[in-house]
C-alpha cells in the first residue's frame, strides 16, 4: 500500500483465536453476533490476525506493533513477524524505529527475545501512560514487563501526540488503553490510520455500541471508536488494524443503513 511517498506493509506474525460472543458484546443483546455470522467460524470463534505495519518513508523504517512473539499457548500463536520483515526486504538491523499502539502481549511480542531486544539499532517507542499502566503500574501485566524491560536502554517514552517522521504523526486515542496511540500516515494528499486495538472487527464500525472485553475504559474507547468511525466515513481516510481480517486497508462508508467497513 502507498499512502503518497510512504509505503506501508502488514507484516503478519500469526493469529489468535477466541469466542466471539465472549469477547464483543452488546449490553442487552443476547446474540449480537446473529446478524454477522459470515465475520465467524462455524464454531462461533473470530480469528485475530497478528502482527504489525512497516511503514517506510525517507530514511526511516518503522514497524509499528511487534505481534505476539514465537509463542503458541494454543489460542494464540505467533512466530512469523522476523520471517515476514524478511519477505519485505528488511532485516531486524534496519529497522530505525519500533512504536508502539499500546503495550497488551500481542503487540509488543517481538520488542525483545529472551531477554534482548530484537531490533538492535531501533529506539523504541510508547506513551508514557501504557508504561505507567502495563509495566510499571498497578495494572503491570508478566509478559509486558517481560519483553519491555530488556529495551529500556533503546526506550523513549512520550506524553503528546509528535511526529516521528515525515507524513508519520502519532495521535493519542485513549480508552482501549490509557496511552494508546494511532499513527496516521500523510502523504500526496491522502492519510491512512494505524488504529492499534481502537478496534478488533471491522463489525464495530456498524455496531455503534459494542463492547470488548479488554477496554480499559469502555466508555471512552467507544466513544473514540465511533468519532473516529464517523471522522473517516467523512474524509474517506483509509484504516486498519492488525486484528482486521487480513491485516487489510479499508474505508468507512456511511448511509441510510449506517457505516459499514469495506476492504480496499
Ligand atoms: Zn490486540
Redesign the pocket.
Given at each position: 500500500m502507498k499512502i503518497g511517498d510512504i509505503e506501508v506493509l502488514a507484516v503478519a506474525d500469526g493469529v489468535g483465536t477466541e469466542v466471539a460472543a465472549e469477547i464483543l458484546t452488546r449490553p442487552g443483546v443476547d446474540d449480537p453476533w446473529a446478524c454477522h455470522a459470515h465475520h465467524l467460524a462455524a464454531d462461533g470463534t473470530l480469528a485475530?490476525p497478528l502482527g504489525g505495519f512497516l511503514v517506510r518513508g525517507g530514511t526511516r523504517t518503522v514497524l509499528v506493533d511487534a505481534g505476539v512473539g514465537p509463542f503458541d499457548d494454543g489460542r494464540y500463536c505467533g512466530g512469523a513477524l522476523v520471517d515476514s520483515l524478511a519477505a519485505h526486504g528488511v532485516t531486524p538491523g534496519e529497522v530505525t524505529d519500533v512504536v508502539f499502539t499500546h503495550l497488551?502481549f500481542?503487540?509488543v511480542g517481538w520488542a525483545s527475545v529472551e531477554g534482548r531486544p530484537v531490533f538492535p539499532r531501533a529506539t523504541y517507542r510508547a506513551h508514557r501512560a501504557d508504561w505507567q499502566h502495563f509495566v510499571t503500574g498497578a495494572g503491570a501485566t508478566p509478559e509486558a514487563v517481560a519483553k519491555l524491560t530488556p529495551v529500556e536502554g533503546q526506550l523513549e517514552l512520550f506524553d503528546a501526540d509528535f511526529t516521528l517522521a515525515p507524513g508519520v504523526d502519532a495521535l493519542h486515542l485513549p480508552g482501549h488503553t490509557p496511552g494508546t496511540t494511532a499513527y496516521v500516515l500523510s502523504s500526496g494528499g491522502r492519510r491512512a490510520l494505524l488504529l492499534g486495538?481502537v478496534a478488533?472487527s471491522v463489525v464495530q464500525f456498524g455496531e455503534r455500541d459494542w463492547e470488548v472485553i479488554w477496554d480499559v475504559d469502555p466508555a471512552a474507547a467507544s466513544a473514540v471508536r465511533n468519532r473516529i468511525a464517523d471522522e473517516a466515513a467523512d474524509t474517506g481516510d483509509l484504516l486498519v488494524a492488525?486484528?482486521f481480517p487480513g491485516m487489510r486497508f479499508g474505508r468507512v462508508l456511511a448511509g441510510d443503513g449506517g457505516r459499514r467497513f469495506v476492504a480496499v
Open positions: 485475530l497488551h500481542d503487540h486495538d478488533h492488525a486484528h
